[in-house]
């Protein structure tokens, strides 16, 4: 047992994040991972996460876009926004006090939701999803070669090719946008499949149960009212 | 232009929500609307939102299932998970003090991808969307006929007509089971529709611009293992 223990230990350092208190769920443990390419697996899977972050001392949560370089989450957005604004000025609050050093405690969120699970009973429906939590402090990214690495991974998050496929940022839309690093650190995974887990002596009620897979697919391109007919769809948006 | 504004207002009253200073965007406000029905529509479509939380002074974010009963929004989980421990304690942090009346502060936020918005400039570039941002506090529901109307609209939401169609929960299945609600009354909705905004200037780049639509479906329902075949497909579930 001490000998698969010290096993264990060797794989989490290697291929996963090392758990902390607030990675580790009060409930369903057995459907938490820290592993490395699962969490990564489902980051580069979609592009927008729920980002959450305290102003004033309750909580906030924005939708917003990301990109993923290795072990660096970066989103984006104008300079102006609320949390750019905090993070530069380091208005996150920690432990009740304003914390004068420059980032903001935030806690970025991804969720697929992959099925509609329908049990006999009430109490046991529930759905298929993978979800990805991060932990951690975001710091402004005020290197100008990491921000162009940035807008190009948030850009190729979405539609990977693209970025090289369109006018990159000049001056002034560079100094308009405001982009932060989140480091994958502090970061669990949590995933459900399968089936209802209906109660045996549930098994001959006359309800249907079972999955409904749910999925996405994209649609037929809406070419833009001032896009000239002769440039094409190239083949990384035809492969959508 | 003083009876516009009145007229304004009035309708603000009637079949909107009352913008306050954390329901106004700092950007974009033009996308930004406190119509009912937009709100309610939009929080509809769906069953799934990020709920956002203050611990020990950090944000966490959590996905998690939600019903609604006209202005009320509930969501659910063990009496053993986080944030219903804290609703239930009133652990929530207002200006850096612990408030000790029940009740935990929670965002609650609901996003829907419309289409990926490709820009001749990766400046541009963006995704149309609808999203719905609920600031409040959460409060426990104690009353137990309250609980029975949440947790049935809590299964109808993920598939209306359902409730009806499935075993009621028991006693002990309540017993595990905690409720929070959530007034919609600080309620905003943000909308993006419509092509790529590209700058004239660079009208003749030789980029593809436009959208491309995202889109839900569900899949093939997969009968549970122990499902009676004699059970055929409701046609609730038939017509998702």
New interface residues.
């Given amino acids: 047992m001490e000998y698969a223990m010290s096993e264990t230990d060797a794989m989490t350092a290697a291929g996963s994040y090392e758990p902390t208190e607030?990675t580790v769920p009060?409930?369903s443990r057995e459907r938490a991972s820290y592993d490395r390419e699962l969490v990564h697996a489902i980051l580069d899977e979609t592009?927008?996460c729920?980002?959450?972050?305290?102003?004033?001392?309750?909580?906030?949560?924005?939708?917003t876009?990301y990109g993923r370089v290795g072990e660096v989450l970066y989103v984006h957005?104008?300079t102006?926004?609320?949390p750019m604004r905090m993070a530069a000025q380091g208005k996150g609050?920690?432990?009740?006090?304003r914390e004068e050093a420059p980032g903001l405690?935030?806690?970025?969120?991804v969720?697929h939701?992959d099925?509609?699970v329908?049990?006999?009973?009430?109490?046991h429906?529930s759905?298929n999803?993978r979800?990805v939590?991060v932990?951690g402090t975001a710091h402004q990214v005020t290197d100008p070669e990491e921000l162009r690495t940035a807008?190009?991974a948030l850009?190729d998050h979405?539609?990977p090719g693209?970025?090289a496929?369109?006018?990159?940022?000049?001056a002034k839309?560079l100094a308009a946008?405001a982009v932060l690093r989140i480091d994958l650190a502090e970061v669990s995974a949590k995933v459900r499949t399968g089936?209802?887990n209906?109660e045996p002596e549930?098994?001959?009620?006359?309800?249907?149960?079972?999955?409904?897979?749910?999925?996405?697919?994209?649609?037929?391109?809406?070419?833009?009212?001032?896009?000239?007919p002769a440039?094409?769809?190239?083949g990384y948006?035809a492969a959508?």
Same sequence: chains 1, 2.
Avoid at 118 to 123: D, R
Avoid at 165 to 170: C, F, K, W
Avoid at 203 to 218: F, R
């Fill in positions: 607030r009060t409930r592009y927008l729920h980002l959450g972050f305290v102003r004033d001392g309750a909580p906030v949560v924005l939708p876009l957005g104008s102006g926004s609320r609050v920690v432990d009740g006090a405690p935030v806690c970025l969120t969720t939701v099925g509609l329908l049990a006999k009973s009430a109490f429906h759905i999803y979800s939590v932990h807008l190009d850009v979405v539609v693209r970025a496929d369109s006018r990159p940022g000049n839309e946008t089936g209802p209906d549930d098994a001959a009620l006359p309800h249907w149960a079972g999955v409904i897979p749910v999925q996405k697919s994209y649609g037929t391109p809406e070419p833009a009212a001032d896009l000239d440039v094409a769809l190239p948006l959508l």
